[in-house]
């Protein structure tokens, strides 16, 4: 059979061609103007779904990275603190060091007195530390100051500014006193450890009587205390201090003895002197106890910091290749399209040439 | 023996023939771009009397007489036939889906950043902030705001699904917004046809009486036909006599000269309210809903699904249905994810033994008063169902000192300690949805996080729209290509008319010059006896 052409066919063919032609164009130039072969999901759906999770990932990692950043300035805090700590207690260690060999006169054991007050204060200051508006060894009570100084009462229940206690006001060690961030899909890691845990406490109270406004007075006339809880290096330093003034107070007895004291009596006092003495001398342990501890929860930090920097690296990684992989999808080969946008430019030049040539052509170019 | 004067009588005849074969070219170059025209074609014949020859050669030569036209035919094709309406009809219909598949694509095209997919990141972000600083007030706030952003979006999202829908088909209630709607536009076009073809049934009935065609008007009851197609499905069964019969799905349409039934809209209410006065079951989940009205007075109250293809059933389909990736079901599917997201996250937040902020003079410490009241999200309307359309944020945390009611504490077994502030476990329950879809609140979403039953909707949304595409592009391909073998055979081609009339201009010129030698040799005859 032989096909009969009609000039509407062939007019329509042609503009057929010529809008497939400039549909190329078109789409070319939309890619090489804005630099992306996908510019909406209709491009390429599947492709589409990809980038769309592959950004959800990118920005979900830098969540995780911000809040990797954010846990180890934490945790550097923390640590710093801890340390400046164990410099104190490893201060009030030579002190006590000092005080247990007996050479000491009563004056020097006072101006140790006062120095231990001045480290006792500073060590709840720092225990006090506040990172970003919040304490950082309060476990989750960030807005109740962890350590307050407990002061003792003269015998009518006035407050004086003798120091007794340092008592612990943070989430309690068998409580849930976790802080974290998510640094990986459903990885919490914690910033921060009970000041239990790294100082202890030493929770002292007056004992009154049954109108609770009376203090109780021992046989001395001295009001009485006690101690709810002592452990870590705030125990020691209450101890340390409780040895040191009550030797303090022996040493006073004995310069107030009498001039005709018998020699017994002296001996007496002499003794309690040397008990006092080897009970300070009995605390130098618990001291480096105390700083050992400090020293486990400051390496705890450490392994977290090592771990976060490794999560830090392998996130980067991470962000890097998903990166690449968008780019691979979505970012457009310029080379590739500008070769054939000038292809595409060319064929749709040349269907508009052809189309214009042959629907002038007829019969009646020759009549 | 022949007379000179019959010699002179075919000249005439062909004259008179080769000037009608010339007007005949010129209407098809005329016509040359007439949309459904085809090219006519002058069929010529040898005049023929029948009369005996015998043995008389003079006889035989008498009995030529001339030419003469013996009819005017179009040139057809059988590609014109009920095929190509039927492939238009797709055509129409999946172009239609198509479009409002691309239309519901648009509205979560992530990629233009116009998705769901950045409000839920940011609302995960401000709860990751408020898990750094549980009692900071600017990160509450900035989480009440992501949340609120999240369900603005959400209402967007789907009132812009809704716009689609009361485009096509008008929102199920109102009639102004029905009357503005596509689906009464095509009904409208559609009986406007049904008309056309009427007039054009009762002009070919008065007009094909005998055995020659009436070409243009079968090309005018064509290129109805085909413009019919496109709204729906139609049986036809063309007459004897040129005119056409139109069926739907059984029902009469038009037959002869009448129209038996027209096609009309009502909305879903009205037509819920035609059930309930007819004790009829509604299926209906369309808003809006074609019927016939027949002449006879009678009604076929619901043929939605009786389009099958064409325009109509393309609206009807990408809007309701049985189609499983219609509009409604995306909008359901938003509505599921917006339930999902409230139910989960009010549970958490209301949960026994989760704890919010109060200001007690100044001194923040833990509450769980009225705990029960402090749901997340609630609906706008007062509703009780949580929908895309109504989500919205409780209005107690936009009051003042609403944003400590956010529950970011959690303490088990009562052992609550009224001064932990920074306890963030409620928090973390909550950044844990975003992982963790074990719990009974995730049932309605199949036990996958919201992001990943999200993805689920842009995948279904895109690749429909990809494929509804893809079916009209190959549909527009096989209609172009059927247009164009039409276009081949019944079109005008110029060359061939121009070559025609050259042809019978040059018969024309032919005949006169014979018409003069006869006239010449007449006149010679006559100046004889002089």
């Not at chain 1, 008990?275 to 501890?293: E, H, K, M, R, V």
């Not at chain 2, 808003?287 to 099958?308: C, H, Q, R």
């Not at chain 2, 502030?421 to 879809?437: A, E, F, P």
């Amino acid at each position: 059979m032989i096909g009969r052409v009609s000039s509407s066919a062939i007019n329509s063919t042609l503009v057929g061609h010529i809008q497939n032609n400039y549909l190329d164009f078109a789409k070319l130039t939309e890619q090489l103007s804005t630099g992306k072969k996908i510019n909406s999901i209709l491009d390429d759906t599947l492709q589409s779904v990809n980038i769309i999770n592959s950004n959800r990932q990118l920005g979900k990692i830098d969540i995780w990275s911000a809040n990797i950043g954010s846990l180890t300035n934490e945790i550097k805090q923390s640590s710093e603190t801890i340390e400046l700590v164990m410099e104190k207690g490893q201060r009030a260690k030579d002190l006590a060091t000092s005080a247990a060999n007996g050479t000491s006169n009563k004056d020097n054991l006072i101006s140790t007195l006062t120095e231990l007050d001045n480290i006792i204060k500073s060590v709840v200051d720092m225990a006090n530390t506040s990172y970003n508006g919040n304490y950082i060894y309060g476990g989750t009570n960030t807005k109740t100051q962890p350590y307050s100084i407990q002061y003792g009462i003269d015998a009518d229940g006035n407050p004086t500014d003798e120091i007794i206690g340092i008592k612990y006001n943070g989430t309690a060690i068998d409580g849930d006193w976790k802080r974290q961030l998510e640094i990986a899909d459903g990885v919490f890691e914690t910033c921060n450890v009970t000041g239990m845990a790294a100082f202890g406490e030493c929770d002292v109270e007056p004992v009154y009587q049954a109108d609770g406004v009376t203090p109780v007075l021992d046989a001395d006339g001295n009001p009485t205390y006690t101690e709810n809880s002592n452990s870590g290096i705030m125990g020691d330093l209450i101890d340390f201090r409780n040895a040191l003034s009550d030797t303090i107070k022996k040493l006073e007895e004995q310069e107030n003895l009498p001039e005709n004291a018998t020699q017994a009596e002296k001996d007496a006092i002499g003794a309690e002197i040397k008990a006092c003495y080897d009970s300070i001398n009995g605390l130098l342990d618990g001291f480096d106890d105390s700083i050992t501890q400090m020293t486990t929860v400051n390496s705890k930090f450490g392994t977290v910091t090592n771990k976060l920097e490794m999560s830090t690296e392998a996130l980067s990684t991470s962000k890097l290749n998903l990166e690449e992989y968008i780019s691979g999808i979505q970012d457009l080969d310029i080379t590739e399209a500008i070769s054939q946008w000038y292809t595409s430019q060319t064929a749709y030049q040349a269907s508009m040439q052809t189309a214009t040539s042959i629907m002038s052509m007829s019969l009646l170019n020759y009549m | 023996m022949s007379s000179l004067f019959s010699a002179l009588n075919i000249s005439a005849g062909a004259l008179q023939v080769n000037q009608s074969a010339i007007s005949i070219v010129s209407n098809n170059i005329a016509n040359i771009n007439t949309e459904g025209y085809s090219k006519q074609k002058v069929n010529l014949g040898t005049l023929v009397i029948n009369s005996p020859i015998s043995n008389n050669v003079d006889a035989q030569v008498d009995s030529s007489i001339g030419v003469e036209i013996v009819s005017v035919s179009r040139y057809t094709t059988t590609f014109l036939g009920s095929y190509y309406r039927n492939q238009i009809s797709e055509q129409a219909n999946y172009n239609e889906q198509a479009q409002i598949a691309s239309d519901i694509a648009g509205v979560f095209d992530e990629l233009q950043g116009k998705g769901l997919d950045k409000e839920l990141e940011d609302f995960y972000a401000a709860l990751d902030n408020l898990s750094k600083s549980p009692t900071d007030k600017t990160t509450r706030i900035s989480f009440i705001d992501s949340a609120s952003t999240l369900t603005d979006k959400m209402n967007k999202l789907s009132s812009k699904l809704n716009e689609i829908k009361n485009q096509n088909v008008g929102d199920g209630i109102s009639q102004s917004e029905l009357n503005k709607s596509k689906i009464t536009q095509s009904i409208n076009e559609l009986n406007q046809k049904i008309e056309d073809l009427a007039k054009i049934n009762q002009m070919i009935a008065s007009s094909q009486t005998g055995t020659l065609e009436n070409n243009n008007l079968l090309d005018k009851r064509d290129l109805l036909l085909k413009d019919i197609s496109k709204y729906g499905n139609f049986e036809e069964s063309i007459q004897e006599n040129g005119t056409v019969n139109l069926k739907l799905d059984g029902t009469q349409i038009i037959y002869g000269t009448t129209i038996k039934s027209k096609f009309n809209v009502k909305t879903a209410a009205q037509y819920d309210e035609y059930c309930q006065q007819n004790g009829i079951e509604n299926k209906n989940e369309c808003n809006a809903v074609v019927y016939i009205e027949k002449n006879d007075g009678s009604t076929i109250p619901n043929i939605n699904n009786k389009f099958e293809s064409g325009e109509i059933g393309g609206i009807l389909k990408a809007n309701t249905g049985s189609e499983d990736k219609n509009i409604n079901t995306v909008l359901s599917d938003l509505d599921t994810l917006a339930s999902t997201i409230a139910n989960v996250f009010n549970e958490i937040q209301t949960q026994k033994g989760a704890y919010y902020l109060e200001n007690n003079n100044g001194t923040i410490q833990l509450s769980n008063a009225n705990l029960e009241n402090y749901e997340i999200f609630t609906t706008k309307d007062g509703s009780d169902t949580i929908k895309a359309d109504n989500i919205t944020i409780n209005s107690i945390f936009k009051e003042d000192d609403g944003y400590n009611k956010i529950a970011t504490a959690y303490f088990p077994d009562n052992q609550i300690d009224y001064n932990a502030v920074g306890n963030i476990n409620n928090i973390i329950s909550m950044i844990n949805t975003k992982n963790d879809t074990t719990t009974s609140g995730f049932d309605s979403i199949g036990n996958i996080s919201f992001n990943e039953y999200y993805n689920g909707i842009i995948g279904k949304v895109a690749s429909n729209s990809d494929y509804k595409t893809n079916l009209a592009t190959a549909q527009d391909s096989i209609v172009a290509s059927l247009d164009n073998k039409i276009k081949e055979q019944t079109g005008v081609d110029l060359n061939e008319e121009l070559s025609d009339m050259v042809k019978f201009q040059t018969a024309f010129s032919a005949s006169a010059r014979v018409f003069e030698t006869c006239n010449n040799m007449l006149e010679t005859l006559v100046h004889l006896g002089e």
